[in-house]
């Protein structure tokens, strides 16, 4: 049964109304996607120090251990219990290794926008192009979230979450637009991935 069959139009953002995310384990080629537990708040925290995360991701300062905590109960388990977001954690399927997290965060009844980090010594061999490939398949999914649009936002610079992006097949926008970053504003690429069969895909021929 699609999980966002009903109920369409109602504000899921806010979760009224909104049906719990019931998220699958899913099994890639390396990677095992899972949904969060509340004894994941260790890894998250020992991940989220290292400095790309502080420069990248827009994280408290100084970032604190009841900081990894509020993620992982308030947001990645939370969320997907009201409906709007789903986040998963990426482990080594060989191992079980946590190595980071891809979410897919509910803008509206079809779009969600993707956000992802990895621990730094599982970056740079195609880790997250092949997390990203696989959560969106699963978002557009009907058993998953039934999405049309999938959009990526990154701070103008994270030129690898840029690769990630458009390896996975997102279309970045030309021009960057500004977001606001703890108070201040700075400039941000922009990209998305339509649903293959959505009607707003462009057609072919
Ligand atoms: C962005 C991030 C998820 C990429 O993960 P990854 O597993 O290394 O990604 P992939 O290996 O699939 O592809 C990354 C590509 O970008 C390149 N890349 C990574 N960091 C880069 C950098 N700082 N400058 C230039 N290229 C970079 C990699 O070399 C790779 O390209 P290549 O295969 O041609 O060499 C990871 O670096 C990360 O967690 N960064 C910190 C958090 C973050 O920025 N999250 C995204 C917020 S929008």
């Known amino acids: 049964m699609p999980l966002f069959g009903q109920n369409r ?3 899921r953002v ?3 109304g909104a049906t719990p995310i019931d998220l699958p384990v899913i099994v890639t080629e390396r990677l095992r996607l899972r949904s969060f537990h509340p004894d994941d708040v ?11 995360m502080l420069r990248w991701v827009s994280l408290p300062v100084p970032y604190e251990r009841n900081h990894a905590q509020f ?7 939370a969320r997907a219990h ?17 190595l980071g997290r891809i979410g897919l965060h509910r803008k ?3 779009a969600a926008e993707v956000g992802y980090w990895l621990a730094a010594h599982a970056r740079g061999s195609g880790v997250m192009t092949e997390a990203v490939r696989t959560a969106c398949r699963w978002g557009f999914s009907q058993e998953g979230m039934g999405l049309r649009r999938i959009l990526w936002h990154a701070l103008v610079g994270n030129v690898g979450s840029r690769k990630v992006t458009e390896r996975a097949g997102f279309t970045i926008h030309s021009k960057s637009e500004i977001m606001f970053r703890r108070g201040q504003p700075s400039e941000k690429w922009s990209g998305v991935l339509i649903a293959p069969q959505s009607p707003d895909a462009p057609r072919l021929g």
């Open 9 to 11: 139009g109602m504000d």
């Open 14 to 16: 806010t979760g009224h």
């Open 42 to 52: 260790d890894w998250v925290y020992e991940l989220s120090l290292d400095p790309e």
């Open 71 to 77: 993620f992982v109960e308030n947001i990645a388990i």
């Open 82 to 98: 009201n409906g709007t977001a789903a986040n998963f954690v990426i482990e080594n399927a060989a191992t079980g290794q946590p």
């Open 108 to 110: 509206t009844d079809t």
